[in-house]
């Protein structure tokens, strides 16, 4: 007997033979088993260990073998998505009186087309979006952060390639987590140049010169992880994307938080817990500050309380002109 075909290895035939003579062997072979025997060949595509990219190259010939209705919730829910994300209404329809999966369970299938398609983007067009829009819903709504290595990993390739990185980008960010800022800071310390540069424009970083790599590439790195270990408390989701700008800052800090060390939620900007009388009254004060003053301010602020926590509840209690002048003075500049 084949092994292939033994109990819990299905699906191993036909990755075999994709990875070894390509996608359209692999199909041709997908007929052949059809032809003979549909309920066999439905079993192979929902074996457990079948890769979603198999799944979507499968897709016409299942629809033509009239498999649809033989498949296990798993790939329903795959096509369903697919569907949705080709606007695919036609095949839509023909999913309507079909079983539908519960949330957790299309949970599970997202991170399914995302975890075992990773591996073919770039392959075609129409399959990248599907996985784009994998992301978006991974990152958006079910705001799983355990999928964003693989989208980060995307990312760079698709740069590595010349292939569009905007949707899946938006996905990634759209988490709302600034752990995506500690995944991309990785790329600074990369041998390739297209990785270097796009980790440099993804965090708003000055390339260092070609010359000074990669002996500065490390200290950039390590200098922006210690800025990230300063600020994460304090930085929130901006929006920003390139859909609307070539430049986009997806996370800013938030000075008034950073100023009274009052972390923040990333997702909505507001203080992960409520701001006391006093602290509102400090504020208060610093109400007629320019944007500019206020993070002068708040970086010393920062600095003080991290040096002498005494020292800096004594220093919020000054004027704020008074605090200002001594941030000023401490930073040897002007504001």
Not at 187 to 204: F, G, I, M
Not at 245 to 274: C, D, E, M, Q
Not at 290 to 319: C, G, I
Request: hydrophobic share 40%; glycine share 4%; net charge neutral.
């Amino acid at each position: 007997m084949n092994r292939n075909f033994g109990r819990g290895n299905l699906s191993g035939g036909l990755e075999s033979i994709r990875a070894r003579f390509g996608s359209e062997r692999m199909k041709g072979y997908f007929k052949a088993v059809a032809s003979r025997n549909r309920l066999q060949a439905a079993a192979m595509v929902n074996d457990r260990g079948l890769m979603f990219y198999t799944l979507y190259q499968l897709l016409p010939e299942i629809e033509a073998q009239g498999l649809l209705p033989q498949l296990n919730s798993r790939n329903l829910t795959a096509i369903r998505l697919s569907a949705r994300a080709l606007n695919n209404q036609e095949l839509l329809n023909r999913l309507q009186s079909m079983p539908q999966a519960d949330e957790e369970a299309r949970h599970n299938v997202l991170k399914w087309i995302l975890k075992t398609g990773a591996a073919d983007d770039g392959t075609e067009n129409d399959f990248d979006r599907v996985l784009d829009n994998a992301a978006a819903l991974l990152s958006n709504r079910y705001k799983d952060a355990k999928m964003l290595p693989i989208m980060v990993d995307i990312i760079f390739r698709r740069n590595q390639k010349g292939l569009l990185l905007h949707d899946i980008a938006w996905a990634y960010f759209a988490s709302r987590d600034p752990a995506t800022l500690r995944l991309a800071a990785g790329y600074l310390r990369s041998s390739h140049e297209k990785d270097y540069l796009l980790a440099c424009h993804l965090l708003s970083l000055q390339p260092v010169l070609p010359e000074e790599r990669p002996a500065a590439q490390q200290k950039q790195y390590e200098d922006y992880m210690s800025w990230l270990s300063e600020n994460y408390d304090y930085l929130y989701y901006s929006c920003e994307s390139f859909q609307l700008t070539s430049h986009p800052r997806p996370f800013l800090i938030n000075p008034a938080a950073k100023y009274l060390g009052k972390p923040v939620s990333p997702a909505g900007n507001v203080p992960l817990t409520a701001l006391t009388d006093e602290e509102y009254s400090l504020l208060k004060k610093t109400e007629n500050l320019t944007q500019e003053q206020m993070v002068m301010l708040a970086d010393y602020s920062a600095w003080l309380r991290k040096q002498n926590a005494s020292r800096w509840k004594a220093f919020l209690n000054l004027a704020a002109e008074e605090q200002l002048a001594i941030a000023i003075t401490a930073a040897g500049g002007a504001v």
